[in-house]
């Protein structure tokens, strides 16, 4: 009896698998950003205008 290869399947099987592990590693490396002081980027932003007007004149 002769074994036949599905090939079309095959790969399509690899893709997917392929696929998924990269979704998993993408999600994996994305950095988690924790103990964020929001009143002090609100702060850093107010300030950063001022900054500029006097570092043009």
Do not use: C, G
């Not at 997917?16 to 950095?31: A, E, G, H, V, W």
């Not at 932003?45 to 001022?50: E, I, K, S, T």
């Amino acid at each position: 009896m002769a074994v036949t290869r599905l090939k079309r399947k095959d790969r399509k099987n690899k893709a997917r698998q392929n696929n998924k592990q990269r979704i998993i590693k993408q999600l994996l490396s994305t950095p988690v950003i924790k103990n964020v002081d929001v009143e002090a980027l609100k702060a850093q932003f107010n300030n950063a205008p001022a900054a500029k007007a006097e570092a043009a004149q």
